[in-house]
């Protein structure tokens, strides 16, 4: 995770104590960013740490299972959130928006990612809708997905 500290960092969130508890510890900000720093010294952000899932153990980036997805041809956009599942603690779900057009289903895109991703982290379901919730500058509102469980059958 990314922590930053120093003169310019916020001193807390506008009246949300509980907020700023969360983000700073010890004069730390804690970011939510997961990140790798390269031998070269450049840092790339990965994921939210809020939207890791832990399934059976195991930490599932859902960017890298976006991009697995976004691979297949029939695939215009992908949000993967985490659904609780009684086996695994978390399971990850699939949003898909497909490309006009286009056909695929649920099978088809589990395979896929079977494929080009180890086995846990495939989906294990897809819901397909027409658009992703967004927010004004093109973010994807996960928060949202979330709320909309469907059922997930078990693996």
């Known amino acids: 995770e990314i922590v930053?500290?120093?003169?310019?960092?916020?001193a807390g969130y506008y009246n949300d104590a509980k907020a700023t508890e969360q983000a700073l510890s010890?004069?730390?900000?804690?970011?939510?960013?997961?990140?790798?720093?390269?031998?070269?010294?450049?840092v790339e952000i990965r994921d939210r740490l809020k939207?890791?899932?832990?399934?059976?153990?195991?930490?599932?980036s859902s960017v890298e299972v976006e991009s697995v997805l976004l691979q297949h041809p029939a695939v215009e956009?992908?949000?993967?959130?985490?659904?609780?599942?009684e086996r695994w603690g978390e399971a990850p779900h699939a949003f898909v928006v497909l490309k006009q057009g286009a056909h695929a289903d649920e099978?088809?895109?589990?395979?896929?990612a079977r494929a080009n991703l180890a086995h846990f982290k495939t989906p294990?379901?897809?819901?397909?809708?027409?658009?992703?919730?967004?927010?004004?500058?093109?973010?994807?509102?996960?928060?949202?997905?979330?709320?909309?469980?469907?059922?997930?059958?078990p693996q």
């Open 4 to 10: 930053a500290r120093g003169n310019v960092i916020m």
């Open 51 to 60: 939207d890791v899932i832990i399934s059976g153990g195991e930490n599932i």
């Open 77 to 85: 956009e992908v949000a993967i959130v985490g659904f609780a599942d």
């Open 26 to 42: 010890g004069g730390w900000l804690h970011t939510g960013d997961l990140a790798v720093v390269h031998p070269d010294g450049y």
């Open 107 to 112: 099978h088809e895109l589990r395979e896929f």
């Open 124 to 153: 294990h379901s897809v819901t397909f809708i027409k658009e992703l919730p967004k927010t004004a500058t093109g973010k994807i509102q996960k928060y949202i997905l979330r709320a909309r469980q469907p059922a997930i059958a």
